[in-house]
C-alpha cells in the first residue's frame, strides 16, 4: 500500500519581516503625489479655470490674488483642494484593480495611494472645519448660518474617513498572508513606516514654505500625520478581519528601489520653498 504524499506547504505571500526601506519610501511618494494634486492640481487649476492667477505653489499652499473675485470663486478654490485628492484616490483605485497581479510595491502604492487620499480630505473637513481653519475655514466663512454648514461639513468628513478605513482595511488584508493577520500586528508594522516617512518629509518641506510658519502646523503636519493617521488603524484592523491574500498572489518581496527616494530630494527642495522662487 502506498502512502499519499503529504502536501507541500504553500509558501508564505510575505516574509516574516518586511523591510522597511522600500514601503517608507513608497509613503515619501505618496503624499508628494498628495500634495501636488491638492495643491496645483486642484487649487490650482481652480483658480486657473475661474480666471484667477496663482502666484505661488508649494508642499502646503496655493498663493493666488483673490482681490477682486466673487466669494463663490474664492470658496471654489478653497474647496478644490480636497477634490484634487479624491481625484487621485479615484485613480489610485483602477490602478489597484488593474495591478492585482503585479509585484507587491506596485500593489502596495497603489492601496496606500488610494486610501491615504480619502483620508486626507476626509480629515480636513472632520478635523478643521468647526474650528475654521483651512480651506473649509475659508470655504464657510460668510456663508449664511455658518454654524449649520460646519456640522454638516464635519459629519460629511466623518463619513468619507469611516469608508476609507473600511476599504483600507478589506482591500488590504488581499496582501497579507494568513499567518500575519492575528491581532492585526502584521498590517500595522507594513503601513507604519510609509506613514512616518511620508509624514516626516511633507513636515520638512512644509517648513521651508516661504510665505507663512503657521501653514507648518495646519498644512504640513496636520495633514500629514493627521490626516494620513488612519492608514495605521487600517494596517491593524486588516490583520484582525477574515480574508488574506488569494492563491497564487505574487509574493510580497520587497527590493528596495532608489528611484522611489528621488521624490524625497523634490518633495523637499522643489516644492518645500514653492514654485516660481
Given at each position: 500500500m502506498t502512502r499519499n504524499p503529504t502536501p507541500a506547504?504553500?509558501?508564505?505571500?510575505?516574509p516574516p519581516h518586511v523591510p522597511w526601506r522600500?514601503?517608507?519610501?513608497?509613503g515619501v511618494v505618496v503624499d508628494l503625489l498628495g500634495a501636488i494634486f491638492h495643491e496645483a492640481i486642484g487649487h490650482g487649476l481652480a483658480a486657473l479655470a475661474l480666471g484667477l492667477h496663482p502666484t505661488l505653489v508649494s508642499s502646503v499652499e496655493l498663493s493666488v490674488n483673490l482681490a477682486g473675485a466673487a466669494a463663490w470663486k474664492a470658496r471654489t478654490v478653497a474647496a478644490a483642494g480636497c477634490g484634487g485628492n479624491l481625484v487621485l484616490a479615484a485613480?489610485?483605485?483602477?490602478?489597484?484593480?488593474?495591478?492585482r497581479r503585479a509585484p507587491a510595491p506596485a500593489r502596495f502604492f497603489w492601496w496606500l495611494l488610494a486610501t491615504a487620499?480619502?483620508?486626507?480630505?476626509?480629515?480636513y473637513l472632520m478635523v478643521m472645519t468647526l474650528p475654521g481653519i483651512g480651506d473649509w475655514g475659508d470655504f464657510v466663512h460668510g456663508l449664511p448660518r455658518p454654524l449649520a454648514?460646519?456640522?454638516?461639513?464635519?459629519a460629511l468628513g466623518v463619513a468619507i474617513s469611516i469608508y476609507g478605513l473600511l476599504w483600507g482595511a478589506r482591500t488590504l488584508t488581499a496582501l497579507l498572508p494568513s499567518a500575519g493577520r492575528r491581532g492585526g500586528g502584521r498590517g500595522f508594522r507594513l503601513v507604519l513606516p510609509p506613514y512616518l516617512a511620508g509624514s516626516l518629509v511633507a513636515t520638512l518641506a512644509g517648513a521651508l514654505n516661504p510665505t507663512n510658519p503657521k501653514l507648518i502646523l495646519?498644512?504640513?503636519?496636520?495633514?500629514?500625520?493627521?490626516?494620513?493617521s488612519w492608514v495605521l488603524w487600517a494596517g491593524a484592523l486588516a490583520g484582525a478581519r477574515p480574508g488574506g491574500a488569494e492563491p497564487g498572489s505574487p509574493a510580497l518581496r520587497w527590493q528596495p528601489h532608489r528611484v522611489w527616494l528621488v521624490a524625497a530630494v523634490v518633495y523637499i527642495a522643489v516644492?518645500?520653498?514653492?514654485l516660481p522662487r
Open positions: 506547504r504553500a509558501q508564505p505571500l510575505a522600500a514601503p517608507a519610501a513608497i485613480l489610485a483605485r483602477l490602478g489597484w484593480r488593474a495591478a487620499n480619502v483620508q486626507v480630505p476626509g480629515g454648514w460646519k456640522l454638516a461639513l464635519t495646519i498644512s504640513a503636519m496636520a495633514a500629514s500625520f493627521g490626516g494620513t516644492l518645500g520653498p514653492g
